[in-house]
C-alpha cells in the first residue's frame, strides 16, 4: 500500500495530538520493532527500500505495512534525520491515580529524549 496524501494528512494530525483518540506516532526502527512486540502496532510506514527485516516484523504481528517515498518522511517525522519508518500504535496510557495506587517503586521522567 502507498502512503498517500489522505493518510500522510491523517498521520500528522495524530503527530500533532489532534487526530484519532487513542493513537500515537512512533518513529524509527527500533522504537516501532519494540512495539511490534506489545500488539499494539495499528500499521507500520517504512520508506522505499529500507527496513525489509521490519517489513516481515511487521507482517509477522499482522500491522498492515505501507510504503513512502523519502520526502513523505521527512514532511511527516518529527525527528531532525527522518528514520525512514513509522508506525501508529494504541494509547496505553494509565491515569495518574491508576499509577500511583499501584504497589511499588514508582520512576517519575519527564522531558527524556535519545
Not at 491523517?10 to 484519532?20: F, K, V
Not at 529500507?50 to 516484523?57: K, R, T
Not at 531532525?80 to 508506525?87: I, R, S
Amino acid at each position: 500500500m502507498r502512503l498517500t496524501r489522505v493518510q500522510q494528512q491523517r498521520i500528522a494530525r495524530i503527530a500533532r495530538g489532534r487526530g484519532e483518540e487513542g493513537l500515537r506516532l512512533l518513529e524509527g526502527p527500533k522504537a516501532v520493532r519494540d512495539a511490534l512486540g506489545s500488539g499494539h502496532v495499528t500499521e507500520v510506514w517504512i520508506e522505499e527500500g529500507h527496513a525489509a527485516d521490519l517489513e516481515a516484523a511487521a507482517r509477522e504481528a499482522d500491522a498492515p505495512v505501507g510504503f513512502g517515498a523519502p520526502r513523505d518522511f521527512a514532511r511527516l517525522g518529527r525527528t531532525v534525520t527522518p528514520q525512514g519508518v513509522l508506525a501508529l500504535v494504541r494509547d496505553v496510557a494509565l491515569a495518574l491515580d491508576d499509577v500511583v495506587s499501584r504497589a511499588g517503586f514508582l520512576l517519575w521522567l519527564d522531558g527524556v529524549q535519545d
